[in-house]
C-alpha cells in the first residue's frame, strides 16, 4: 500500500511537472504564433510594396519608350534643322555674293607716327563714313610729298569706294574674322572657299591671314578659322557627321612650287600641277605634303613648321615671303554615319604677293623678273575673276601657277572673298588708290551660284 501512495506521489509530481511544462509550452507557442502573425502581415506588406514597384517599372519603361520616341524625333527634327541652317545659310551667302570684297585700312605704326598730331594711328586721307560700315573715301593728299608730282593724272580731290565690308584701323582680328566666319563654315557644308589677302608690300596682309600666333587677341585669319572649324566639326558630330581633316601649304615663287610642310632638304624636288583624272577639273600637286590633323594645335605646329620653311628661303632671297604666294589649304570630308551624305569642302587662304606696280617698285635684274611674275599673276587672278564673271568660254586659268592651282576653288562652284588691305601711308596714296580700283573690279563680279559638293 505504502509503495502504492509512493507511486502514485511520484506521478503526481510527474504530472504536476508535465503541466508546467505544457503551461510553458503553450505561452511559447502562443508567442511563436503572434510572431508568425506580425511576420505575415510583414510579408503581406512586402507583396503589396512590390506589386506598386511592379507597376510603377511598367510605367517608368512605358515613360522611358516615350521618352525614346521623342529623342528620335528630335534627333530628327535637329537633322532637318541642321539641313535647313545650311540651306539658309547659303541662301544668306547666295544674297550677298559668291565673290566679295572686305576692304581693311591697318594703322599708323611705330615711326610711321612721327609728326602725326597726337600720335593719331588713322589715316587723315583716308575716311570712313561713321553710319556706314561699306563706304571709304580716299582724298588726296595735300601734304603728301606726290603732291607735286602726281596732283595732275590722278586728278583732284576724293574718290569714293564701296565694298562689302570696309574695316578701320581699329578694327580688330576678331571683328574681321565674325564677318569671314560664315566662309568657314561654308567649308564645311561641302563648298570650295578661297579667301585671298590682296595689298601692297607692308600693307598688312600677313598679319590679318597669319596674325601674332602667340597672342590670343592678335591671332589672324588661318588660326581663327582652323578653330570655328575643329569646334563645327565637333557640333556636327551630334547630327551624325565625322570629319576628315587634311592640310597642306605651299607658296608659289617666280612661278615655282615649294612645299611648305615638307621634312626633305631637297629643294630640288619638282612639284607640277595635274589633272587628278582625265574626267575631273581637279587639279593636284605633284609630291606636295598632306597631313591629316586632328586637332587645331596640330595645325598650329605646321603653321610655325611653313613660318620656318619660309624664313629659310628668306635668308637666301631678301624678303623672299612678301614676293611669293602662299597658299594654305584645309581640306574638309566630311561623311554622316545617319543619313550617308557625304561632303567634300576646300578652305583656301592665300595670302599674295605685294601688290606694287613695276614703275613703282623701281625693280631690276632678279628683281624685275619677280615683280613682272607677281604682277602678272595678280592681273591674271583679275582676268579669272572677270571671264568666271562675264560666262566667258575660255577662262584662262593656265596663264599663271596660283589660278591654275585654285581653277577648282574659283568657279561657279566657289565662294571667293578677296580682302583688301591698305598701308595707310600718304606715301602710298598711288598704289591705295590702284588696289581700291583692282578690288571695284573684282566687286563688280558676281561668279554664279555655288555649287555644295555631295557624292
Ligand atoms: N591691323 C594691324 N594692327 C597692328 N599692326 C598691324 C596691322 N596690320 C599690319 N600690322 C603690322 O604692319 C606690319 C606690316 O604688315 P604685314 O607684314 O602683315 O604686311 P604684308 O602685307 O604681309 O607685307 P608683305 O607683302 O611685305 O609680306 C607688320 O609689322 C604688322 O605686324
Ligand atoms: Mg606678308
Avoid at 72 to 84: I, T
Avoid at 235 to 248: A, F, I
Avoid at 401 to 412: A, E, V, Y
Wanted: glycine share 6%; hydrophobic share 35%; proline share 3%.
Amino acid at each position: 500500500m505504502a509503495q502504492l501512495r509512493e507511486t502514485i506521489n511520484r506521478l503526481e509530481k510527474q504530472v504536476s511537472h508535465l503541466r508546467a511544462d505544457t503551461k510553458e509550452l503553450n505561452a511559447q507557442m502562443e508567442d511563436l504564433s503572434g510572431k508568425l502573425h506580425a511576420k505575415e502581415a510583414t510579408i503581406q506588406d512586402l507583396r503589396s510594396t512590390l506589386q506598386d514597384r511592379d507597376s510603377s517599372i511598367a510605367d517608368l519603361e512605358n515613360t522611358v519608350a516615350e521618352n525614346k520616341a521623342t529623342i528620335l524625333d528630335l534627333e530628327a527634327k535637329l537633322r532637318e534643322g541642321e539641313r535647313m541652317r545650311k540651306v539658309l545659310h547659303n541662301t544668306v551667302l547666295e544674297l550677298k555674293g559668291n565673290i566679295r570684297v572686305f576692304c581693311r585700312v591697318r594703322p599708323l605704326l611705330g615711326e610711321e607716327l612721327a609728326g602725326v598730331p597726337g600720335d593719331d594711328p588713322d589715316p587723315q586721307h583716308i575716311v570712313f563714313a561713321f553710319n556706314c560700315i561699306s563706304f571709304i573715301e580716299l582724298f588726296f593728299p595735300l601734304q603728301s610729298i606726290l603732291s607735286q608730282t602726281i596732283r595732275g593724272p590722278l586728278g583732284k580731290g576724293k574718290y569714293s569706294f564701296h565694298f562689302d565690308q570696309v574695316f578701320s584701323p581699329s578694327s580688330t582680328q576678331s571683328v574681321v574674322f565674325e564677318e569671314i566666319s560664315q566662309l568657314v563654315q561654308s567649308a564645311l557644308d561641302g563648298y570650295q572657299v578661297a579667301i585671298f589677302a590682296y595689298g601692297q608690300t607692308g600693307s598688312g596682309k600677313t598679319f590679318t591671314m597669319e596674325g601674332v600666333q602667340e597672342d590670343l587677341e592678335q591671332r589672324g585669319m588661318i588660326p581663327r578659322s582652323v578653330e570655328q572649324v575643329f569646334a563645327s566639326a565637333e557640333h556636327l558630330r551630334q547630327d551624325g557627321w565625322k570629319y576628315e581633316l587634311q592640310v597642306s601649304f605651299l607658296e608659289i615663287y617666280n612661278e615655282k612650287i615649294r612645299d611648305l610642310l615638307t621634312n626633305s632638304k631637297d629643294q630640288e624636288v619638282k612639284h607640277e600641277l595635274k589633272m587628278v583624272s582625265p574626267n575631273s577639273p581637279e587639279v593636284m600637286v605633284t609630291n606636295l605634303t598632306y597631313v591629316k590633323v586632328n586637332s587645331p594645335q596640330q595645325v598650329f605646329g605646321l603653321l610655325k613648321k611653313a613660318s620656318t620653311n619660309r624664313a629659310v628661303a628668306e635668308t637666301k632671297m631678301n624678303e623672299h615671303s612678301s614676293r611669293s604666294h602662299s597658299v594654305f589649304r584645309l581640306h574638309l570630308k566630311g561623311f554622316n554615319s545617319v543619313t550617308h551624305e557625304k561632303s567634300a569642302g576646300c578652305l583656301n587662304m592665300i595670302d599674295l604677293a605685294g601688290s606694287e606696280r613695276l614703275k613703282e617698285s623701281k625693280s631690276e635684274g632678279e628683281r624685275l623678273k619677280e615683280t613682272k611674275n607677281i604682277n602678272s599673276s595678280l592681273a591674271n587672278l583679275g582676268n579669272v575673276i572677270m571671264a568666271l564673271a562675264n560666262k566667258d568660254q575660255h577662262v584662262p586659268y593656265r596663264n599663271s601657277k596660283l589660278t591654275h592651282l585654285l581653277s577648282n576653288s574659283l568657279g561657279g562652284s566657289s565662294k571667293v572673298l578677296m580682302l583688301l588691305n591698305l598701308n595707310p601711308r600718304e606715301e602710298c596714296f598711288s598704289e591705295t588708290l590702284n588696289s581700291l580700283r583692282f578690288a571695284t573690279k573684282v566687286n563688280n563680279c558676281n561668279i554664279g551660284t555655288a555649287q555644295k559638293k555631295t557624292k
